[in-house]
Each structure stands twice: as structure tokens, then as C-alpha cells.
């Protein structure tokens, strides 16, 4: 039996996502998504555990979607790819996370 270590529950991603660090960015896909973090395709040698991100993410809002960037860091970095845990995320920020992740249409 395999454990969970997230306290909330994950849900599949199929989106191509930015991340931004200090040495630059790159586009990959998220596998799959949380309140509390992401595990992204990616392998990125100047991402290594706790070095501060930004997940640049397309979010659906009132207007449609709107583009958001949440503060984040490396949290670990696997073969199947890096897993990162947000930081505090703004009021705007988290609820259109909680909305995107009950809708379900990721």
C-alpha cells in the first residue's frame, strides 16, 4: 500500500505550464496538480530541492481565464520528474486553484 503524503487530494493535469526561476524559464506539463503543489514533467538541472519557482498557470476566472503566477519551491526532484509546493498564495489566486481543481475540466 502505497502512502499519501499530500494532505489534499491531486487531480490528473494535461496543461503546459511556465516555470520561472532565477536562471531563466521553460515550458513543461504539469502531471498533476493540488492546492498544496504540482509534479511537473520536467528536468531542469538549476531546479533542485527548495530553490524558490513561480508556476506561471492559465486558471479559468469570471473572464474567462486569467493568467496567474504562484509562488512555489522545489520540493523534490524524482526520473518521473520535479514535484514543488506553493507557497502562500494570494486571495485571487486560491480560489481560482479551488475552482479549477472541482470543476475537474483540468
Do not use: N
Amino acid at each position: 500500500m502505497v502512502l499519501e503524503r499530500r494532505a489534499g487530494t491531486r487531480k490528473p493535469v494535461d496543461q503546459e505550464v511556465m516555470i520561472v526561476h532565477e536562471q531563466g524559464h521553460r515550458l513543461c506539463k504539469i502531471h498533476d496538480l493540488s492546492l498544496q503543489g504540482a509534479m511537473l514533467d520536467l528536468g531542469w538541472g538549476a531546479l533542485t530541492r527548495d530553490v524558490p519557482v513561480e508556476l506561471a498557470i492559465s486558471l479559468p476566472s469570471a473572464k474567462g481565464r486569467s493568467s496567474y503566477r504562484l509562488p512555489a519551491q522545489v520540493s523534490r526532484v524524482t526520473t518521473a520528474g520535479t514535484a514543488i509546493k506553493f507557497r502562500e498564495l494570494g486571495a485571487s489566486a486560491l480560489e481560482a486553484m479551488q475552482r479549477y481543481l472541482q470543476a475537474g475540466q483540468l
